[in-house]
């Protein structure tokens, strides 16, 4: 049927359907779904005739794409599934490299469907916004009911997989230019750790079988960057990486610096008192006002405590001290602490606790921190660990292969920083029709 035909019948549509509602057939959700199915076949049909209207890049049958020689091979037709529930055929021109293995496919690049699968751009979009926020089974679930048609837990699976191959991560490609340029009158940088299970590999052993593996808890650590203009925050990154510590530092500074930090007028580190963190503040933030974070340190503070053979006069200190490290008075606290060593139930644990206490006083000057605004506990970045992490990765009886693990986080981060959807559009390549060399 041809799309002016079906346009034609939505009037005898409208009708239809109200007949239907006044005689209590049907109510307003039958009403719109119905409509749905009706706008989806319409726009199958606006998909395909907007594809055979457009033109091919060229025809010539040789090519430099990039600076590598392509000849014409063959026509064939370019087939995917749309927005609309319909599948697309379109016939195009395709070329084969001569001194590599693979093709180049002019039109595809024209359209952006070269970074997609078996679908269009925006259909594939869909499905890796929803894979890398919920569940694989329950977002085709969701996706399917939003849009009226049927998309397997599968497709969506290999769909958010894929673009976490293809996605880009390194800061200096994704974080806008004008950032790095910008003023800024403060940065905060926060970072923090926690765990997700991975299917412990195992040599040899693939397929169903290797899913019966142990389970390993990995470490993801987790970092934001604040840029603050007046108070307020102007623009936000959060980066997330399994893997060591020493290359998530790379990134993290790698993310400061697209952020502007050679700009900032105050840069401020904080984090929870663990010595790499540190380490990682010194080689990529350096000169940071570095900040303890006032929580790990009041459970540090209740650990102490719980170490005391009279409980009551556990809970009397901390009551006692909580308010003193929020004042700065952490000299006072540790000296307190170590005069109170012997009314504990272990000497060597309480050293444990005056000893990170004292490592990190210089950390802690609560009081001057909250007179001039300053945060004092990481709850944006553990709030993002529970979010970026926790919220996809760590759901009932999930357990992740670590590659798929690593490909799905960073579709998360790309939707997360928002710069997922850019990634479908076109992005052609430059070709020319004469050998480089001559044409130079």
């Keep these: 049927m041809e799309l002016q035909e079906f346009v034609a019948q939505s009037s005898e549509i409208v009708n239809e359907l109200s007949r239907a509602i006044e005689k209590r057939q049907i109510g307003l959700k039958e009403v719109e779904e119905r409509i749905l199915q009706f706008i989806n076949r319409i ?42 529930g319909g599948v697309t055929e379109r016939k195009r021109r395709c070329y084969k490299y001569l001194r590599r293995k693979g093709g180049y496919y002019p039109l595809d690049e024209k359209l952006g469907v070269q970074k997609c699968g078996k679908f269009s751009p925006f259909l594939t979009f869909l499905q890796v916004l929803f894979g890398s926020t919920r569940p694989f089974e329950e977002s085709a679930e969701l996706l399917s009911k939003a849009l009226g048609f049927s998309i397997s ?12 191959e293809q996605l880009e991560d390194d800061p200096y490609r994704v974080i806008e230019e004008s950032w790095r340029m910008k003023g800024c009158e403060e940065m905060i940088v926060q970072m923090d750790s926690t765990t997700s299970p991975q299917i412990q590999p195992i040599e040899g052993v693939t397929g169903r079988e ?17 840029r603050l203009q007046g108070g307020k925050v102007a623009k936000e990154w959060t980066v997330a990486r399994y893997g060591i510590m020493e290359s998530f530092g790379v990134h993290l500074g790698r993310t400061g610096l697209a952020m502007g930090v050679e700009k900032a007028k105050r840069l401020v580190f904080l984090s929870d008192g663990l010595r790499a963190n540190w380490q ?8 940071a006002l570095q900040i303890l974070d006032f929580y790990h340190a009041s459970e540090r503070l209740g650990e102490f405590c719980g170490l005391y053979k009279n409980p009551e006069k556990g809970q009397q200190r901390y009551e006692q001290w909580y308010p003193m490290f ?6 006072q606290v540790i000296a307190e602490m170590k005069g109170d060593l012997k009314e504990l139930s272990s ?94």
């Excluded at 290797?210 to 604040?226: D, Y």
């Excluded at 929020?326 to 000299?331: H, P, R, V, Y």
């Design 43 to 84: 726009g199958d049909l606006m998909v395909q005739e907007v594809l055979e209207g457009i033109s091919e890049p060229f025809t010539e049958n040789r090519v430099w794409v990039e600076g590598e020689e392509a000849v014409f091979d063959q026509v064939r037709t370019l087939r995917f599934g749309n927005r609309f």
């Design 153 to 164: 837990s599968t497709a969506l699976q290999w769909n958010t997989e894929h673009a976490g």
């Design 210 to 226: 290797s899913l019966r593996a142990p389970t390993e808890w990995k470490m993801c650590h987790v970092g934001t960057v604040q």
């Design 280 to 287: 990682i503040c010194l080689d990529h933030f350096p000169g």
């Design 326 to 331: 929020l004042d700065g008075e952490a000299l």
């Design 347 to 440: 000497k060597d644990e309480g050293w444990k606790h005056i000893n990170y206490f004292s490592t990190n006083t210089d950390r802690m000057h609560y009081h001057q921190y909250r007179e001039e605004n300053l945060p004092i506990g990481s709850g944006k970045v553990e709030g993002s660990c529970k979010y970026v992490v926790g919220k996809r990765f760590k759901g009932s009886g999930m357990r992740w292969k670590k590659a798929d693990n690593q490909k799905v986080l960073r579709a998360r981060m790309a939707k997360i920083n928002g710069y997922l959807e850019s990634h479908y559009q076109p992005t052609p390549r430059d070709y020319t029709f004469q050998h480089p060399q001559k044409a130079a």
